[in-house]
């Protein structure tokens, strides 16, 4: 096995007082497209803010590329973050800029770069999405599905070591979904890349993944690969791949009584 491009390893992170991850670990090898599933408020954007550098964790360590993410200075974690590619379920695009403006962005803010390599290399990973000739269009004119994959051409302009996908598959229509399923495959492959995908979607990302981890009361409650996902009979397992809404993840967040929320008292409505 290669080393790992990302791994935890008993990592605890907390917003304030309220633990979020408690003991996480796991790992990602370059090559691998790995699904992060849980729960609503589980901790899956959370893990992936870690990754970024965004939060540090309160205990255990964070590594990508083998470097321990707490002990980075900010021009470290600058550095380091040329190598993640991040898409974001609201990552929009810049609305002023074309197409090929947006892509180029990057390339621009990040590099020195001569405008003639730029320009290569955007018709470059725009054609990877199948947009070239959508390059002069502006945001505006481009459908969900389209928009999404500029997106991920822009994400993936530096050719990141790492990419990160928080909901991909949201709000898109049964075919720019099953796109954007292919492409996550097909481009971790051709960048040598490891992919982290969080994701509610059960049946595209086992259909396009390496490996699942599942996250509940801040621990990796389950593992494995697609196929031993589809016949596991744990009962979290079971809950996701089967879309059940009754199970061990409960539906509601904990929350008190109507009445406090509205700021009555006890209920009593005088
Ligand atoms: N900046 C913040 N400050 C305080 N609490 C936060 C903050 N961001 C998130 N949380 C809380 O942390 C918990 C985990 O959030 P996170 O966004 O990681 O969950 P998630 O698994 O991605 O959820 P979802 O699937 O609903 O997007 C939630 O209970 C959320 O309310």
């Known amino acids: 096995m290669p080393n790992p491009v990302v791994r935890f390893d008993g990592v605890r992170f907390a917003y304030g007082e309220t633990d979020i991850l408690r003991d996480v670990s796991l790992s990602v090898v370059p090559g691998q497209v790995v699904a992060i599933m849980g729960g609503s408020g589980s901790g899956k954007t959370t893990l992936l803010r870690l990754i970024g550098g965004q939060l540090r964790a309160n205990a255990g360590r964070v590594e990508v590329d ?150 509940a009361e801040g621990r990796v409650i389950a593992e494995g690969t697609p196929d031993s996902v589809r016949e596991s009979a744990h009962p979290f397992v079971r809950q996701f791949v089967g879309g059940e809404k009754d199970g061990p993840l409960p539906f509601h967040k904990p929350a008190g009584p109507y009445a406090t929320d509205l700021g009555l008292e006890d209920g009593r409505h005088d």
């Open 66 to 215: 083998g470097e321990d993410m707490a002990t980075l200075s900010e021009s470290a974690l600058y550095e380091r973050r040329k190598k993640l590619g991040m898409l974001f379920q609201f990552g929009a695009l810049f609305t002023d800029l074309s197409v090929f403006d947006n892509v180029a962005f990057p390339l621009r803010e990040r590099t020195d770069l001569p405008e003639s390599m730029v320009r290569d290399l955007v018709l470059m990973k725009l054609q990877a999405v199948g947009l070239r000739g959508a390059a002069k269009l502006m945001p505006a004119e481009l459908s969900g599905g389209m928009a999404r994959r500029v997106a991920l051409a822009r994400a993936i302009a530096l050719d990141p070591r790492v990419m990160l996908y928080d909901e991909p598959f949201t709000g898109l229509d049964p075919i720019s979904l099953s796109t954007i399923g292919s492409l996550i495959r097909e481009l971790n492959d051709a960048l040598g890349a490891a992919s982290i995908v969080v994701t509610h979607d059960v049946a595209e990302s086992l259909a396009i993944v390496d490996y699942v981890y599942f996250l």
